[in-house]
């Protein structure tokens, strides 16, 4: 793959030279022999060339992405600020293009040839799983559904026994450790998962010690089910590998293009609302005293507290932080053109500014008035996870009929549930889904008063 990958970035600069009709000095082809050090450089630092069997061809073609737009950002700026003049515009941006194409066409013409010949059941590995853990079903299932990684499961191993009440009962027990052994020793096995909790130190040494007198590949992935996990990922600090436990989807790109998306909706509404916006508020002002836009302390990203806005569809407000008492069905509090504002929502309209401010996001979970929160974080169980993302005018929980009241546990703990559902498969097709079902909820939903 090296060689093939030095053969495309040579081909992307010849052939567009020969499309554009431009004579090729000998100058220019030492271009190419720095863009392949640089690339092979940069390859040393994100290992494009290693196995890829158990990966997706998304990780595999986003790395080598990566790698290839690198090397020529960092060509493109030698060429500028050195003022060379070998290599015309047009043909260096083709030239940047084809090879990218080139590398990723090879990358996907290969995988898809393996697929088919894995699918027809060559170039596949036997692997085991050694501890019937949750974490080891996953990976079973993860063996089972993704027949193109080219993997054949052996079974699990395990010492304890399903009777135990320490493994899990649909577990496809193959026999013990020493079974493992036995089956390596003839050949049997040639990947071994590790799926054994943190806390089976003494157990894990002992395995390993055994595993290391065997020609078996082993990987461990540690059965980390007991902990609640929020988004886990494997990170390096300083080349020492440390596992995230709980974190946000919103980081790197994909923070920006949730913030992108935001701010985009948000002033397209603003701009198109403004005008009903401002009558709402004036039939709010005419209706009874007090402000058209009440504010009201509640919680947001990360905990910290910020002042959320709404239409007032109250006949008083409460800041939210000391006392707070939930809206509940024929409220005397709620005004009679307050009763249509929260019946069609409109009076959440006011936290597009929120979203703008960056206080809030369009989707995510709704934010609690910060009495609410403090009383329900000592009931729930990772209740705060709900907060490692921004606050959303709608959420995920809203679309599956957890709106309004939750005056009761069960029903918090429903809201909370689909708040981390949404937090752990985020993805902004996600959030245009939640959007486009919020708007038939609103038209007929139930629990809107």
Excluded at 42 to 64: F, G, Q, T
Excluded at 124 to 133: P, Q, S, V
């Amino acid at each position: 793959m090296r060689l093939f990958d030095a053969i495309c970035i040579l081909f992307g600069l010849w052939l567009p030279r020969r499309l554009l009709e431009q004579e090729l000095q000998g100058s220019r082809w030492p271009y190419a022999l720095v863009a392949i050090g640089l690339y092979m450089l940069l390859a040393m630092h994100w290992h494009p060339y290693r196995s890829w069997r158990s990966a997706s061809m998304r990780s595999e073609l986003a790395l080598i992405s990566r790698c290839w737009i690198t090397t020529a950002a960092l060509l493109s700026a030698g060429l500028y600020f050195g003022d060379h003049q070998d290599i015309p515009r047009d043909l260096g941006f083709a030239w940047m293009a084809l090879t990218l194409v080139l590398l990723l066409g090879s990358r996907i013409i290969l995988r898809l040839s393996l697929r088919v010949w894995r699918l027809a059941g060559h170039n596949y590995r036997t692997a085991a799983i050694l501890g019937a853990t949750p974490t080891g079903k996953a990976i079973a299932r993860q063996i089972e559904y993704n027949a193109w990684m080219g993997l054949k499961l052996v079974g699990f191993f395990d010492d304890r026994q399903p009777g135990e009440g320490r493994t899990e009962p649909q577990a496809m027990l193959r026999g013990t450790t020493d079974d493992l052994m036995s089956a390596i020793d003839r050949s049997e096995v040639d990947v071994v998962y590790l799926a054994l909790p943190l806390r089976a130190e003494l157990r894990l040494c002992d395995l390993m010690t055994r595993l290391r007198d065997s020609a078996a590949t082993v990987l461990y992935a540690p059965d980390l089910s007991a902990f609640g996990l929020l988004r886990a990922r494997w990170d390096d600090l300083g080349g020492i590998p440390v596992l995230s436990l709980v974190d946000t989807p919103h980081v790197g790109l994909d923070g920006v293009a949730k913030r992108v998306f935001d701010i985009l909706a948000s002033c397209l509404l603003l701009l198109l609302l403004a005008l009903p916006m401002l009558a709402v508020a004036a039939v709010i002002r005419l209706e009874s005293p007090g402000p058209a836009v009440f504010r009201q302390r509640r919680y947001g990203l990360d905990g910290r507290e910020f002042v959320i806005y709404k239409f007032r569809s109250m006949s008083v407000t409460e800041d939210g932080r000391e006392t707070f008492r939930q809206a509940g069905r024929a409220d005397p509090r709620v005004t009679r053109f307050g009763a249509f504002l929260r019946r069609s929502s409109i009076d959440e309209l006011p936290q597009l500014v929120n979203v703008l401010q960056g206080r809030m996001s369009m989707v995510g979970p709704r934010p609690h008035p910060v009495a609410l929160n403090e009383n329900h974080r000592r009931l729930i169980d990772g209740y705060m996870l709900r907060h490692k993302v921004k606050p959303g005018i709608t959420g995920w929980a809203q679309v599956h009929g957890y709106r309004g009241e939750t005056d009761t546990p069960e029903k918090m703990s429903g809201r909370i549930h689909y708040d981390l559902e949404y937090i752990e498969n985020w993805s902004l097709g996600l959030d245009v889904r939640i959007l486009i079902k919020t708007f038939f909820r609103v038209l007929d939903d139930p629990n809107a008063f």
